[in-house]
């Protein structure tokens, strides 16, 4: 790859990281204050963590071998957890879709979505109370619901599936970094 190219999806990968990283600082906040607000800076974490893993492998891991130049200058393993989570973005893009194989299998249950339990809350809950195939605390079981997208303590669920923060967070900073490192970098051998 073009050492030009590397750089623009560098500089790409650098705007989405801060973007993502901005958007973990505001869920904070918004947690607080307003359910819209913290689902509104979910999404727009899903978002960027997923740009930063279609700019890192390609949409579907399709590009890895093209991108490999990005990943290496950026010091990103194949392991990265940036490469799961696009599939909590591909949830969040394909929702619509989501909700209609739910309805389909399970017709006239009550739909609860957008949701978050605080810790507080979440230290009351039993392994009884996860969601199949978790391994982590969950919304309390018992309720004659389907969960969508529900937050506890640093893990966004979606139907059934754990999507952890604290190692995106660690990358999508960790690139943050990486990039103003080679801005400055590359600045020096102008």
Do not use: C
Not at 91 to 120: A, G, N, T, V
């Amino acid at each position: 790859m073009d050492r030009e190219l590397v750089r623009v999806y560098v500089r790409h990968v650098g705007h989405q990281a801060r973007i993502g990283v901005r958007a973990l600082s505001r869920m904070e906040k918004e947690e607080q204050r307003s359910r819209d607000g913290f689902w509104g800076e979910v999404q727009t974490l899903a978002v960027a963590s997923g740009n930063v893993a279609k700019a890192l492998w390609g949409a579907g891991g399709r590009r890895a071998e093209e991108r490999a130049p990005v990943r290496l200058a950026l010091q990103v393993s194949d392991d990265s957890a940036l490469q799961t989570f696009s599939d909590f973005r591909n949830d969040i893009e394909h929702l619509d879709d989501r909700i209609r194989q739910w309805w389909d299998k399970e017709p006239h249950r009550p739909f609860m979505d957008q949701r978050y339990w605080h810790p507080s809350m979440s230290k009351k809950l039993a392994p009884s109370d996860w969601l199949p195939d978790s391994e982590g605390p969950s919304p309390p079981a018992g309720e004659d619901d389907t969960y969508f997208r529900v937050y506890v303590r640093g893990i966004v669920f979606f139907w059934g599936v754990e999507y952890p923060l604290l190692p995106i967070a660690h990358e999508l900073d960790r690139l943050r970094v990486r990039v103003a490192e080679l801005e400055r970098e590359w600045q020096g051998h102008r």
